[in-house]
Every structure is written in C-alpha cells, then in structure tokens.
C-alpha cells in the first residue's frame, strides 16, 4: 500500500468509514481500474452489487473491471422479442434481470446462443468469498483503533451490555391503548450499570414473583404496582420493559393521548378497557408513562373530566365488580412524583416507588459505548469521557455523542476530507453541554427538605447528601 497515491488512500479509508455508500465505493472502484487494478476494483464492485443488487452502474464496472466489452450508449433499433418464445435458456437463469433492464446487459441477451450470465455469477462467487477480516487489517493502519485505553482510573471494564436509553429513546415505538407488545428480550443484565436499581427491583418487586411458593407460604400478594422517578432522560421506560422481560409478560406502554377523548365518558371506558384487555392477557405489564398527566392531584385538577379518569384508574387498580388483577403488573413513571394524586400511592396501589438517578460510571460508559458504535471514531479514551461526564443522563450522553459528529461532519465539508469522530470533537461537545438534571434536582431538593412526609422521598435525601446537595 506504500505506492499508493494520496487520494486512493484517503477514498480507501473513507469508504471502510462508510462501507454502506455504493456511490463513494463505486467511484473508490473507478479510480482503482484506471490505476490497472482491476482485482480490487472487481472486489469493490462485487461488494456494491452486495449491498445494491441489481445497481447498472455497479454491473457495468463489473464488467469492464473482468475485461468484457462496454456497454455501448445507443444499441442499434431492433424489434423487441416477444414474451412468450423466451428461450429456455435465458428463463433458466433466476439471476438474469427480467423486463427493459434485461437488454441493456450484453451477458442477458435473450434468444437461443445467448450465453449464460458469467459476469453477475462470478460477481456473486467474488461477494460471497469476499475476506473482510483482510480487509479490515489492511485499512486498519489508515483508521487507527476506535477506543483507546484511558491512562488515568477510569470507569471499570465490566461485562457491560446494552445500556440505557433515554426514556422517548427507548421505546421501540409509541403503543396504542390496544396495543401488546409480546414478551421482550430485553432483560435487566441488558441496563448498563446501576446495580443498585437492579437490586432494589429485585428484592421489592421481582423476587415474589419469581417464587410462588414462597409468596404462597408468606401470604405475600401480587396486587400493588411500582412507581419509578426521577430526572428526565434516565431510562425509566427501559428499565419498565426490562422488568416486563425479567417476568415473561407482555407490555402495554400508556400515555394520556391513549386514554383522553373529547366526548363524555370515553376517556374512562378508555381506561377499563386498557386494564380488562390487560387482565385477558395475563401475565401483563401496563406501564403509565408520564403518570403526573395521568393521576395529577384532584385538588388541583379543574376539568372534570380529568378527575373522572383518575377516580377510573384508582378503581381499576383496586379491582372491578370483584374482578382480580392477578398477573397484571402496574409499573408507572413520572419525572414530578409530588404531583401524583396521593391516593393513587396508597398501599395496595403504587405502592413501591423507586428512584432512578442519572447513570453511574459503568452506565456511562455502557451508554456511550452504544452511542458510537456504528459512527466512525478513533482513539476515544472512554475513560476520560466517563469521568467528565458525572450527572449526565441517557439523553445527554446521547446528544453528546451527536454533537460530536456533528462537528467532525462539518469539518469534513469544510475542507473536503473525510475524517474521523476523534477525542476533541467529543471533548468539545461535553465541554458545551450541561446535565439537563440539574433544573430537576433544584426542584427535587425543596421536596426532599419540606414535603417527605412519612419518608417517602428518604431515597432521594440520602441520594442528595451523599452528592451535597442538601
């Protein structure tokens, strides 16, 4: 590779940056033929064809790299041939195009001495056989490594797997009051880090469930449900569909735009027929997302028909007619616990609540190790990343890593070379950004300080001690 020219080099690290850009690999390919490389230009255009099948223009190169014919520009008139004599032949071949296109590929020509079509087959052999391993440790001197490790203590190297998101990030997509997602893969060894939310989930919520004859012997019941909060942005959806797979059941994810309706009366049959559904597909999991819109205090709620939705759920959580919400597992999420009508928390209803704080340093890393794994980067140093990043949440780690990009794309417009996502790009964006959790804290510490009656925030004092920040 030392002979190459400047511009072959840089087009060939580009496209191992883009490997999905036919256009950019394809003008890589052109460059290489006219250097007198046709092997690797016939690899390059085997891996369009790959990726773009059917491509004209991957074809034709195709063909002039293996050294056949150009396609001419203007073929002489002739008749078309009609559909029905096709020859056996040219039908025989399921990789020949079918309709217009056909008669433009000189190895597709239809009638009886058309030859087989060497030029897609050999495409494909070379596609099928094509070596990305090598491929990889021959560019790899032109990229450099994507992490770097860093030189001071930095977050753990745990077995660390797919991390939080943040909560509009999570969801694979908004349900309907009707719909059930079946059970997910998702599990809570896929949430990065936070270990203590995990052990708190599974002594307060999971264990019991996971035991029947244990809750059986200690009379424990399944009724209940868990509240989780804290700042925006933190997971709270994904740890809810994590808990969902932990316990093999199916998700109904709800909102207020699932449950509102502008005549009388339906907002609340909305909401029984979300939990009737729900009990005739036991084991389910209803999460409530945002339930401050949801459940807000009846005090402060002037629109009758709002109270008449929370005065629905609370009987729905108690149970209908003597119907029982056995299998049915309430989770619900709110960024301002204080806001929620006290009587939904009232034993036997949400009665568990946990908090979910911003990620820890093994989250973080997890989070960021998500976030750049399909950009193209070279020597991050995680490390240093985790330890400036303190308070960040799962949205703000992922903003930063899109900040980052942001500017190396803008770069590479600039001066017209495609470069790589490097450690001062995603120092600058850290260096920009504030955590968006700051402004909840704020807010959560005059709580914390005036309004935990009975302890029901003793988790966040404890939290906001530690952090002195009360």
């Known amino acids: 590779m030392s002979d190459e020219s400047p511009l072959i080099r840089s087009l ?35 891996v369009a064809l790959q ?6 223009a991957a074809r034709a190169l195709m063909l002039r790299a293996m050294g056949h014919p150009a396609v001419p520009d203007a073929a002489p008139a002739a008749p078309p041939a009609p559909p029905a004599p096709v020859a056996p032949a040219a039908t025989a071949d399921p990789a020949a195009p ?14 009886p001495a058309a030859p087989a079509a060497p030029a897609t087959d050999d495409a494909s052999a070379r596609s099928s056989s094509f070596d990305w391993n090598a491929a990889e440790q021959e560019v790899g001197d032109l990229v450099g490594p994507r992490f770097v490790e860093s030189g001071n203590d930095g977050a753990p190297d745990g077995d660390l797997e797919q991390p939080l998101t943040s909560d509009g990030g999570g969801d694979p997509g908004d349900a309907s009051a009707w ?9 809570l060894a896929d949430v990065g880090g936070m270990q203590e939310v995990k052990d708190r989930l599974e002594a307060a919520f999971l264990a019991p469930m996971r035991n029947p ?3 059986k012997l200690y009379g424990k019941s399944l009724r209940g449900g868990l509240l989780l909060y804290g700042p925006p942005g933190c997971g709270k959806t994904f740890i809810a569909r994590a808990v969902a797979g932990e316990l093999g059941a199916s998700f109904m994810s709800i909102s207020l ?46 629109h009758s028909g709002l109270r008449n939705v929370v005065n629905q759920l609370l009987t729905e959580l108690d ?15 709110t960024n301002v616990p204080w806001d929620v009508d006290l009587a939904l928390r009232r034993p036997g209803r949400l009665d568990r609540t946990l908090l979910v704080l911003p990620p820890d340093a093994p989250a973080r890393e997890a989070i960021l190790r998500y976030h750049l794994r399909e950009r193209p980067i070279e020597s991050v140093d995680l490390g240093k990343l985790v330890k400036i990043t303190e308070d960040f949440s799962g949205a703000d780690l992922a903003h930063l890593c899109e900040t980052a990009a942001e500017s ?31 402004s909840w804290f704020a807010s959560a510490r005059n709580v914390a300080m005036f309004a935990n009656d009975g302890g029901m925030y003793d988790d966040l004092v404890t939290y906001l001690k530690k952090k002195r920040k009360l």
């Open 213 to 215: 004859e244990l809750r």
């Open 408 to 438: 190396a794309l803008l770069d590479s417009a600039r001066t017209g070379t495609v470069r790589m996502i490097n450690m001062k790009d995603l120092l600058g964006a850290a260096k920009q950004l504030k955590p968006s959790s700051e």
């Open 257 to 302: 735009s699932d449950i509102l309706d502008m005549y009388i009366g339906t907002s609340e049959k909305n909401v029984h027929d979300i939990f009737e559904t729900a009990r005739a597909q036991a084991p389910c999991v209803v999460f409530l997302d945002e339930l401050d819109a949801l459940g807000a205090k009846r005090s402060r709620t002037h």
């Open 319 to 333: 149970g209908v007619d003597g119907a029982e919400n056995e299998g049915v597992f309430v989770l619900a999420a």
């Open 51 to 56: 990726r773009a099948p059917g491509d004209e």
């Open 98 to 111: 079918v309709g217009p296109a056909a008669t433009a590929d000189p190895a597709a020509t239809v009638g």
């Open 12 to 46: 060939r690290a580009a496209v191992a940056a883009a490997p999905e850009d036919v256009p950019l690999r394809l003008h890589f390919a052109e460059l290489l033929l006219a250097e007198g490389r046709g092997d690797e230009a016939v690899t390059e255009a085997a």
């Open 179 to 187: 719909d059930i997602d079946a059970p997910g893969s998702v599990r």
